[in-house]
């Protein structure tokens, strides 16, 4: 998976890169089971993992709706489940990686699926991934989004907002989430994408996505790496992340 020079430039200037195809139908086949698996409550470990449900299932509106298609967010899937767990160190997901890090000393920082329901998914706010990430410096990890259903203008893809992350942190409002201010959306590159095509994004390239009113589901897998070499800033404890390729560095996350 060595990227062209194009592909290195389009990343360079945009901030994120348009990768396309990158699953086989089994690997496809197999993640989205263990996701529908966790989301269901099916899998053996589906009460121990963090959930987040629509927003409008937390208000009790959604009566007739299956548990599955009530959760909005499974977070860090990949604990949870060994498919899962591989999907997050697929080879092929780290080569490209380690091209747009520009090291092979890499850690996972963290996983989640935003599930993206028929007919009422809501949206992501515009927002830069390092305004949530604020334990990590620098503030340069790359997030792979992998389509698990063709992603659409229509039900909801993700946009991104093209050489935004060359503007350091952009100023966030904070309600239960954070929402970049000063976006001008007209500007917003819509990531369509076929089920098992992939996008990787800058941590702070900003980026979001709109509601899906259709009937078709537009489920997103993210992983998110960083160099090994990072800093944890933060004043709590660090985690353990695990190293995925490479060394570890002493002092380092
Ligand atoms: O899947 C989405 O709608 C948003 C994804 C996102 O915010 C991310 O990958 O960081």
């Known amino acids: 998976m060595v990227l062209t020079e194009l592909q290195k430039v389009d990343y360079e200037r945009d901030g994120f890169l348009i990768y396309g195809h990158l699953l086989t139908a089994e690997e496809l086949e197999a993640l989205r089971g263990r996701i529908d698996a966790l989301a269901s409550g099916e899998h053996p470990n589906a009460d121990k993992i ?6 409008a299932a937390q208000r009790g509106e959604l009566q007739n709706v299956t ?31 380690e091209q747009l890090l520009g090291t092979e000393d890499i850690k996972l920082f963290h996983t989640q699926t935003l599930m993206k329901p028929a007919m009422h998914g809501s949206i992501v706010s515009w927002h830069q991934d390092s305004a949530y990430w604020t334990s990590i410096a620098p503030p340069a990890l ?28 952009w100023p966030h409002e904070r309600t239960d989430f954070l929402h970049a201010q000063g976006v001008d959306d007209s500007l917003a590159i819509p990531v369509v994408l076929s089920a098992g095509g992939c996008s990787f994004h800058h ?19 993210v992983t998110s790496y960083m160099r090994a070499d990072s800093k944890w800033i933060a004043s709590h404890e660090k985690p353990d992340f695990l190293l995925l390729r490479g060394r570890e560095y002493p002092g380092c996350v």
């Open 50 to 55: 963090g959930v987040r449900l629509e927003a």
């Open 67 to 97: 548990r599955r298609d009530k959760v909005w967010q499974l977070l860090d899937p990949h604990g949870y489940d060994e498919v899962i767990f591989n999907h997050a160190r697929n080879p092929k997901i780290l080569e490209v990686v």
């Open 142 to 169: 790359v997030s792979c989004w992998t389509a698990l259903d063709d992603a659409t203008e229509e039900n909801g893809c993700v946009r991104m907002l093209p050489g935004s992350y060359k503007k350091g942190l």
């Open 203 to 221: 941590s702070l390239t900003v980026h979001g996505s709109g509601e899906n009113r259709t009937a078709h589901r537009r489920r997103g897998m």
